[in-house]
């Protein structure tokens, strides 16, 4: 079986994850969307809150689970016998950041391999962060996370 690992935080599931959740089912047999309680920043949804969202907006999808983790994604990769990440770009910026943290897990991790998806032009510009800064200040954030998403946000 082809697992693949789609880590993030999430806080919350935006239109761009979602384009590469949609992408990346045809590409594993299974994946595993792993949630990250990155204990360095202050989320607005707990870990529960967030994978409750993730699987509220995939549950018709059928080749996919959604799971926390802590630490090293290279130790969680091996637990779970994923030998793929996937992970979205939104444009250059992303990938310098993105190349390094590769070539890492590589290292530590040799049978795993990542993979990255451009995210849709349409939805290149969106990120959690803005998402976040935009509710923070009762902008209209709509039109930029799964319709699912909105009334956790309410």
């Excluded at 789609?6 to 994850?17: E, N, R």
């Excluded at 204990?39 to 969202?53: C, D, H, N, W």
Aim: charged share 25%; hydrophobic share 45%.
């Amino acid at each position: 079986m082809r697992r693949g690992i789609y880590p993030g935080s999430f806080d919350p599931l935006t239109l761009g994850h979602l384009d590469i959740i949609k992408r990346a089912v045809d590409l594993v047999d299974e994946l595993v969307i792993a949630v990250l309680n990155n204990s360095s920043k202050i989320p607005m949804f707990t870990v529960e809150e967030r994978i409750a969202m993730i699987r509220d907006v995939t549950k018709d999808i059928e080749c996919i689970r959604v799971e926390p983790f802590n630490g090293l994604l290279v130790d969680f990769a091996s637990q779970i016998d994923a030998k793929l990440i996937i992970r979205g770009l939104r444009g250059v910026n992303d990938f310098e950041y993105e190349m390094q943290m590769a070539q890492t897990n590589r290292n530590m991790y040799p049978e795993l391999d990542t993979i990255f998806l451009v995210t849709n032009i349409n939805y290149s510009y969106i990120s959690s962060t803005l998402v976040k800064e935009i509710i923070k200040h009762d902008g209209a954030f709509q039109n930029l996370v799964p319709e699912e998403i909105v009334k956790y946000i309410k």
